[in-house]
């Protein structure tokens, strides 16, 4: 059967649907291609039928030629049901399908059994490259709420566009410069501690830094003494550099401890440090342009006619900002990467400095300008531990794996089973911590609450990873093998096919995720896939039924295994085996 979206997902069912219905159209409209045609089909928004034709859309190639009711009426006298289209009916300007569900579902469970791990997966990318800044903590400070969105939701967008045929380049981007970095050589020479640095550095450094802004507010001279030492490190001093080096390099290994538990994964490790000559490059650029204006001594681009106000690019002393570091690192990286789309998850907070940031690089005549994107995301509200305000993710990971453990350790049979119950219940908390971040709209500020996280029968992360763990139960309990000949006539149950129909979305679901780089979107079908699972659990039994019908339910409980675990692996779970 030919198909009418190349960008479309080659695994799609939907799109099987969609071109089994234009096969009809077509010699309908003869002077309509088959993309034209499809752009009339769609999804219906009503439980009563599957697909609707969309007469008026005839309008965008050329002058109706009839009542929109009259044409619907007269396709759907000369369109057929076949092996797959079941119902077709005219409702006023529209033309009404329904598609065969028992040809769906065998239809899906072919493609999952052939294609497994990469079931949704396409070459929408073809190759292309797409960068992703995301974490980014800064030094010395520590591992936040704020941070933890960004490494999900950043985490979340490098694994989409991988599954969608891109190359993709994630990076953190290390907040490891700036004057601050000066106030804590000041803050280490008063409080610093050998033992401590190397026990805990990011914990240390921050207990330094919380003590010596403290100490500066009583006395603003310290601020001083900063600036000199951040300006040494921009000129190059050596012990300047030293010092800040060494808190660079042992915070770099406490963070990937925390990563490593996170099961998130960087290409590179950059910082605003590496970029003093691409600096340099482009404030000559700028200055060439004629964007520079000067301010006593200081200097910045005018953003007025854009109403973007000034944007501050050198401090009279001579040291720079976030925004001159980053013109600098957008120019290295398409250098480099040559990107199709470039992606800066960071807080909704920073919108304007990102607004500045990429009218500054259109007005310095850099045409890939466009292809860079600020995506943003609300606030976490109330992340503590049960004991009080705490902010470093060590702390919340820890509780959560407590909590859960807890949890499991109530049910004594199930718990006996599990061969690594710190491991299982460290997943089964972070699943929690993930998946109610990423269950409001990125854009959302949301309250952080223990008893919702940990709730393994609302829509929260134990929830899916219970709808996993169980569906490996049924393979490990059944005591049927798993046979991709199985005759899956004999699965005719309205739960079964509701089951299919909710993994046949998963690729459509999984594209439109990505283009509204969205992890909510991959989330809530998550939710909807687990509940179909957990009906069709209720009714259709495997132990203890026929070879054939056992057989044959196993094949579709294994196909509902795969497309779940697929969509949670692109979340950055890891989907248990058991709980």
Request: glycine share 6%; aromatic share 10%.
């Given at each position: ?10 695994n ?25 045609i ?7 928004t ?56 028992s ?52 985490n ?25 970095y ?51 490190m ?5 012990k ?48 060439e342009?004629?964007?520079?204006t ?16 000034v ?10 900002l ?127 609450a ?51 129909v ?78």
């Open positions: 059967m030919e198909t009418t979206n190349n960008n479309a997902p080659a799609s069912i939907d799109d099987q649907f969609v071109d089994a219905i234009i096969d009809q159209l077509q010699p309908l409209n003869p002077n309509l291609t088959r993309v034209q499809s752009e009339m089909v769609g999804r219906s009503k439980k009563t039928n599957d697909y609707t034709i969309m007469v008026a859309k005839l309008n965008k190639f050329g002058k109706l030629p009839g009542n929109p009711a009259a044409i619907a009426a007269d396709w759907a006298s000369k369109m057929s049901p076949n092996d797959w289209l079941s119902e077709i009916a005219a409702a006023g300007p529209l033309v009404t399908i329904n598609i065969n569900k040809k769906l579902l065998k239809e899906v469970i072919r493609l999952v059994v052939e294609q497994k791990e990469k079931y949704g997966c396409s070459k929408e990318g073809n190759g292309e490259t797409v960068v992703v800044e995301f974490s980014s903590p800064n030094i010395a400070k520590p591992f936040h709420a704020g941070h933890l969105r960004s490494t999900i939701i950043g979340f967008l490098q694994n989409i566009h991988r599954a969608l045929g891109y190359n993709v380049v994630g990076i953190n981007y290390l907040g490891d410069w700036g004057k601050q000066g106030l804590l050589a000041v803050g280490y020479d008063r409080y610093g501690s050998e033992e401590q640095l190397k026990a805990d550095a990011i914990r240390h450094l921050y207990d330094i830094y919380v003590k010596i802004n403290a100490d500066a507010e009583a006395t603003p001279t310290i601020h001083d003494e900063a600036r000199l030492i951040f300006k040494g921009e000129e190059g001093d050596e300047a550099l030293g010092i800040w080096k060494r808190f660079r390099d042992l915070s770099i290994e406490e963070y990937k401890k925390i990563y490593q538990r996170l099961n998130v994964h960087f290409d590179v490790y950059a910082g605003e440090s590496l970029l003093s000559e691409a600096m340099e490059k482009q404030f000559k650029a700028l200055e342009k004629g964007l520079l000067d301010d006593k001594g200081a200097r910045m681009i005018d953003l007025k006619p854009y109403k973007l106000n944007a501050l690019v050198k401090k009279t002393d001579g040291t720079t976030y925004i001159t570091r980053d013109i600098a690192a957008a120019y290295e990286r398409f250098q480099e990467y040559k990107f199709k789309k470039m992606f800066y998850v960071v807080a909704a907070q920073q919108n304007f400095h990102f607004q500045q940031l990429f009218k500054i690089l259109e007005l310095m005549g850099y045409e890939w300008a466009n292809r860079c994107q600020h995506i943003s995301f609300g606030m976490v509200k109330g992340m503590s531990t049960r004991k009080g305000t705490v902010v470093f993710l060590q702390d919340i990971l820890t509780e959560a794996n407590r909590e859960m453990r807890e949890i499991m350790e109530k049910n004594q049979e199930k718990f006996a089973e599990i061969s690594d119950p710190d491991m299982v219940a460290d997943v089964v908390g972070m699943s929690a911590v993930f998946i109610q971040d990423m269950s409001a709209g990125r854009n959302k500020d949301y309250e952080f223990w008893d919702r996280v940990l709730d393994a029968k609302g829509h929260t992360g134990p929830y899916l990873q219970f709808a996993h763990a169980r569906l490996c139960g049924v393979e490990r309990k059944a005591g049927v093998a798993i046979n991709l000949d199985a005759n899956l006539d004999l699965v005719t149950e309205r739960e079964a096919l509701d089951l299919a909710a993994i046949s979305k998963y690729p459509a679901a999984l594209s439109l995720a990505a283009q509204l780089a969205e992890p909510s979107t991959l989330v809530t079908y998550l939710f909807e896939l687990s509940h179909a699972i957990s009906v069709a659990h209720n009714v259709l039994w495997v132990k203890g039924q026929p070879r054939d019908i056992a057989e044959a339910r196993m094949l579709l409980y294994y196909a509902a295994r795969v497309t779940l675990g697929n969509g949670m692996r692109i979340l950055g779970l890891t989907p248990l085996e058991r709980m």
